[in-house]
């Protein structure tokens, strides 16, 4: 049941399916490697799959260091704080991708959004009615944010989980024998948390790569050229184009390229349950 | 995490007053800024147009109203969206326990050729973006004239929730030792008795924690059902998304609807959250 429609777009891929066929119910006639070699010879598509891999590459390291910063601040802030902290992350972790996304179209927005008229305050800066995606870098940098902002509260809440197992004596041994705290960090807690932060970083990976919800609600629907990544690029050629099997291709090149990541996380699942 | 005590486990040796000043401060700074999304949502819905639609924004509302909720609710599709999604939720949903139960029963209780491969095609699948699998889904209810309809929509939320659902429930099972199975069948069970009245109370709590979870990932899809529906078969999400428009969105109606939309997901979430963080970090393999 998993595994028939996996295997019906990678024989979609190989054949040249397009609206004629759709509502004719004719069968798509077979072209082999045609679609792929369609794919990897545009330059278009390239350009996606280099845009894709920047974006997860920045997301990720960014995400992951702001959730382990905020994991080891949560250790150190006065209890009630950490209340605070928690609660703030929970409602952000519970909000659903889309209301989120469109509460952030809604801050940024180019006439009535707060964050214009904030940053409008420093003096010496106009951004009134300053529109955000006409300059891809600004774009890219919002849906960064969005995308960290959401993902932060999984990993910092998982990392500090991980944090209490790291043995209170040792730190404090570490400590009082002149260790300075970046040592201590790098040497004991680090270590410790090292297959925990193989786990949510390898997810952060996974998640980050299928980027669609944030680009699609920023772009209303339409993502221009330079935001598509794989996920709207795939989408937009079989919904929008309706070249089906130009789609499939794409989503099986996007899978395949996440299955060298996805190996990661397996390998570590299966290590976890062989040490119980 | 941390809750009992105070700052239990926490080390204090060599911190000096000036840094956790700092930290603290930080901490409280860090927790502003990371509600102020959903606070400016809750803001945007409960303030008139004219405050809404301020070059200089009201950071409390002048004039609280509940005006955004109710227009949300007469808005077109509103109430048939919310139908729409309890209906595909709960097909999905029960549909996806009771299948998956029965294949976690027998990957965690039952040796049989290929067991192994079968996990790691559960893993896999988990882990394949349901977009990519959109396009053969989309031509497949297309082939059964299954687009446009209810059925169709939770046939793909099916799939979509199956993965995690045999994966959680595979963990509960596999917590529930095998010596009480055996010792039950000793005592004249049959196998079937074994499953109603051992192995099936005590993944309760497991099964309301998937249901849940189910629910959530269910609720809050909405790119596979503006796909294949029109805008009278879809659920609240799309609803939302319709009504963002590149000019002129009714920011405080909208708002509004997405308090109702979420509402459910909130308070669920927050009533599983301890089993969604460990669900998908320690779900370890046994065996």
């Known amino acids: 049941m998993l595994g028939w429609p996996l295997y019906r777009m990678i024989v979609l891929s190989f054949q040249n399916m397009r609206l004629r066929e759709l509502l004719t119910g004719l069968t798509p006639s077979w072209v082999g490697f045609e679609q792929y070699q369609k794919a990897l010879t545009d330059s278009a598509f390239w350009g996606v799959v280099g845009r894709t891999a920047a974006f997860t590459v920045v997301s990720v390291t960014v995400s992951v260091l702001s959730g382990l910063a905020v994991a080891l601040l949560m250790r150190r802030v006065h209890r009630r704080v950490r209340l605070a902290m928690m609660v703030a992350m929970m409602f952000v972790w519970a909000l659903p991708q889309l209301v989120a996304a469109q509460a952030f179209v809604w801050l940024t927005d180019s006439d009535f959004g707060v964050l214009n008229y904030l940053i409008d305050k420093i003096p010496g800066v106009d951004y009134a009615n300053h529109s955000w995606f006409v300059n891809p870098w600004q774009g890219w940098t919002l849906i960064t944010v969005l995308v960290v902002w959401a993902g932060v509260p999984f990993l910092a809440i998982s990392l500090s989980a991980g944090l ?21 960090l790098r040497n004991i807690t680090l270590p410790i948390l090292k297959p925990l932060l193989t786990i949510v970083t390898t997810l952060s990976v996974i998640w980050n790569f299928g980027l669609f919800t944030q680009t699609w609600v920023f772009r209303a629907g339409h993502p221009e050229p330079y935001y598509q990544t794989l996920s709207t690029y795939s989408y937009t050629q079989a919904f929008g184009q309706a070249r089906y099997s130009y789609g499939s291709a794409i989503a099986v090149i996007t899978v395949l390229l996440m299955l060298g990541v996805m190996v990661f996380y397996i390998r570590q699942m299966f290590k976890i349950g062989e040490v119980d | ?27 409280i700074l860090f927790a502003l800024v990371m509600i102020f999304p959903v606070y400016w949502v809750l803001n945007t819905a409960l303030k008139p147009r004219d405050e809404v639609m301020s070059f200089k924004p009201y950071f409390i509302p002048a004039h609280p109203t509940l005006d955004n909720f109710t227009s949300a609710i007469k808005a077109e599709n509103f109430l048939s969206g919310l139908v729409n999604g309890l209906a595909i939720t709960a097909m999905a949903v029960t549909a996806a326990l009771v299948i998956g139960f029965l294949a976690a029963l027998a990957i965690a209780r039952f040796n049989f050729y290929g067991r192994r491969a079968i996990i790691m095609i559960i893993l896999c699948v988990q882990l394949v973006p349901l977009l990519a699998l959109l396009i053969p889904l989309f031509l497949m209810l297309q082939g059964w004239h299954l687009t446009n309809s209810l059925v169709g929509v939770a046939l793909v939320y099916l799939v979509l929730l199956l993965p995690y659902t045999v994966w959680t429930l595979r963990g509960f099972i596999a917590g529930i030792p095998k010596e009480l199975d055996e010792a039950a069948m000793i005592d004249g069970c049959t196998r079937a008795q074994v499953f109603w009245r051992i192995i099936l109370p005590l993944t309760g709590p497991g ?47 909208l708002m509004a609807g997405a308090i109702i939309t979420s509402l459910p997901v909130v308070i669920f979430f927050l009533s599983i959250q301890r089993n969604i963080a460990t669900g998908l970090t320690a779900g370890a393999v046994k065996g």
Request: proline content about 3%; hydrophobic content about 45%.
């Open chain 1, 164 to 184: 209490t197992q790291v043995p209170k004596e040792l730190l404090e041994a570490a400590t009082v024998d002149g260790a300075t705290a970046w040592q201590a």
């Open chain 2, 207 to 253: 099964l309301v924690a998937t249901a849940v979870y189910g629910f959530i990932q269910a609720w809050n899809e909405f790119i596979i059902i503006n796909t294949l529906n029109s805008p009278d078969k879809q659920n609240l999400m799309a609803w939302l998304l319709q009504n963002q428009t590149e000019r002129g969105t009714a920011w405080g109606p």
């Open chain 2, 1 to 27: 995490m941390a809750a009992a005590g105070h700052d239990d486990g926490v080390v204090t040796v060599g911190r000096s007053r000036i840094g956790t000043i700092f930290a603290n401060t930080g901490g």
